[in-house]
């Protein structure tokens, strides 16, 4: 069983409306909720051996908050290519990833991030689940799925859970 975690940025500053968005960094808020949501990932197990982290200073940001609560760190790879990515680019990303990862965390942005989620999102998915997904997907929110086979093949995915900072802190 592979487990599949998209992760989206916490939420940033703006701030200083001269920076170009690539180089926007967390607000307090946004500093607050990807600890949580870092912890949230070790207290339930859900670890990753690889997280493909999109390379815009907020999704950077977030990632060192996320890994800091971890009790292992995973392979990290930072790729340009999920900045700004659809959701098609975001699924190529996954489907490249080596078959001996069972469990991959994406962390990136909307709205390729959130039209990935709701694409993946099968018809077992767990009801209460869905509805969060389809309500939104804010900054800092998780989407969990489960599927059986390859990276190379996922097209849907069982979501297992839906869970957003506010609902936790």
């Known amino acids: 069983m592979k487990q599949l975690l998209l992760l989206r940025h916490a939420k940033s500053s703006w701030e200083d409306p001269d920076l170009d968005d690539f180089d926007r960094p967390l607000d307090k808020r946004g500093l607050k909720a990807a600890q949580l949501m870092g912890h949230e990932l070790a207290t339930r197990d859900w670890l990753p051996d690889l997280a493909l982290v999109s390379s815009a200073l907020r999704t950077r940001e977030s990632w060192r908050l996320v890994a800091v609560e971890l009790p292992a760190l995973p392979e990290v790879v930072f790729a340009r290519a999920l900045y700004g990515a659809s959701a098609a680019d975001i699924l190529n990303q996954i489907r490249q990833a080596a078959p001996s990862s069972g469990s991959l965390l994406v962390l990136g942005h909307n709205p390729g991030l959130e039209d990935l989620a709701k694409q993946l999102a099968g018809p077992m998915s767990e009801t209460k689940a869905r509805k969060r997904l389809d309500e939104k997907f804010p900054t800092g929110a998780l989407a969990r799925f ?23 802190g």
């Open 146 to 168: 489960v599927f059986e086979g390859d990276w190379s093949g996922l097209s849907s995915a069982r979501l297992t859970h839906c869970l957003r900072p506010k609902d936790l």
